[in-house]
């Protein structure tokens, strides 16, 4: 299997199975002298753990990230970085029934289509428990960037309810188990989900990403757009089906009056922008103003209803997934997408370096 490394001069390689013995990453081209310790990567884990509330699987992994190599001292090397993460609470027997089985909405299909050969055991690497090492190296990414730049994510929609954006505020995102930055929509969603919860159902949502502090600069014309990169980055996300920058689809229904970003003369580095439908990207360059992104997170397939599937050797059957999971994916996607909004700009801040100066 291919395909496992994201990044350029950042860039980070994930490894290991949702029910292997641990899971981890390897990132390399993080320059030497950077404060380092397993704390710094840990605080991030935290967030996206399971367990933590009834809102999400109750799989028990404290997720205690390692340190294996790259850090000397409490400073980057600025050789690879090694993470491990052991898994501590698997139950494959909970996938037993499910062995021969294709879960509809899952990639037991065309995994086994392409390789011949699936890990049952909760999905092997299509698991969203891969996510913890993608989450360990934007940690390591939000150092190389620095204090300067400031990445929060939050869930705006759960199912068909959106935020109001009159109430909008990122403080409250780690208010609330949802991870919602209005705290009047969080109460009523998680009432709603509760009920989704306890059906036996999902719900899918959307989440979205900013960063504030991004220099113009960043990005590069024609295939290093950064927004394209930012694009694969979410995308890349378990269960993400669609990506949006600034004002996105949304963009359709305006008019070139309303869709410019007009700008005046700013008393800064850089112009004044009157808006931000570009989302803080033109060009697949950074405008200096806040970089905006969203992406939608389809209902989790794993669902106690029967749903019509096949056999690996083709007959059809009924398919229930037992196991520990989550009602709404888009709780824990919230740290995963700081977690590659980071290493995209750490990777686009070091290309950006390289070639300007």
């Known amino acids: 299997m291919s395909f496992n490394t994201f990044g350029r001069l950042f860039r980070f390689t994930t490894w290991g199975e949702s029910h292997g013995p641990a899971i981890g990453c390897t990132v390399d081209g993080v320059p030497p002298r950077i404060p380092m310790t397993e704390a710094d990567i840990q605080v991030y884990l935290d967030e996206r753990r399971p367990g933590q509330s009834k809102y999400t699987t109750q799989?028990?992994?404290?997720?205690?990230?390692?340190?294996?190599?790259?850090?000397?001292?409490?400073?980057?090397?600025?050789?690879?970085?090694?993470?491990?993460?052991?898994?501590?609470?698997?139950?494959?027997?909970?996938?037993?029934?499910?062995?021969?089985?294709?879960?509809?909405?899952?990639?037991?299909?065309?995994?086994?289509?392409?390789?011949?050969?699936?890990?049952?055991?909760?999905?092997?690497?299509?698991s969203a428990r891969e996510t913890a090492s993608r989450v360990g190296a934007g940690a390591i990414a939000r150092k190389v960037l620095g204090s300067a730049i400031n990445i929060r994510a939050g869930m705006v929609q759960m199912g068909g309810h959106h935020i109001d954006r009159d109430r909008l505020d990122w403080n409250e995102v780690r208010q609330n188990p949802l991870f919602c930055p209005d705290p009047v929509a969080a109460e009523k969603w998680a009432i709603e989900l509760d009920k989704i919860r306890k059906s036996g159902s999902s719900v899918g949502a959307v989440i979205e990403v900013v960063a504030d502090g991004v220099p113009a600069g960043w990005g590069a014309p024609i295939y290093g757009k950064l927004d394209a990169d930012l694009a694969t980055a979410l995308m890349s996300i378990n269960a993400a089906k669609g990506v949006e920058?600034?004002?996105?689809?949304?963009?359709?229904?305006?008019?070139?009056?309303?869709?410019?970003?007009?700008?005046?003369?700013?008393?800064?580095?850089?112009?004044?922008?009157?808006?931000?439908?570009?989302?803080?990207?033109?060009?697949g360059i950074s405008t200096g103003q806040q970089i905006v992104a969203r992406f939608s997170v389809k209902p989790t397939s794993s669902i106690l209803t029967p749903r019509q599937s096949v056999t690996s050797s083709g007959d059809a059957v009924d398919v229930v997934t037992k196991g520990r999971h989550d009602p709404c994916v888009g709780i824990r996607a919230v740290p995963i997408a700081e977690a590659m909004m980071a290493v995209v700009l750490a990777d686009h801040m070091m290309l950006h370096r390289a070639q300007c100066g």
């Not at 439908?277 to 060009?283: C, D, K, P, V």
């Open 59 to 126: 799989r028990r992994e404290p997720d205690a990230v390692k340190i294996l190599s790259g850090v000397f001292d409490g400073q980057t090397t600025g050789t690879p970085i090694q993470l491990m993460i052991e898994n501590v609470d698997q139950r494959s027997k909970d996938y037993g029934d499910i062995a021969q089985s294709y879960r509809p909405g899952h990639a037991d299909f065309t995994y086994d289509a392409k390789y011949g050969i699936r890990d049952y055991r909760g999905g092997g690497r299509s």
């Open 245 to 283: 920058i600034g004002a996105g689809m949304g963009a359709a229904a305006l008019t070139g009056e309303e869709n410019a970003d007009q700008m005046r003369p700013g008393g800064g580095e850089g112009p004044e922008f009157l808006s931000n439908n570009a989302g803080g990207i033109l060009g």
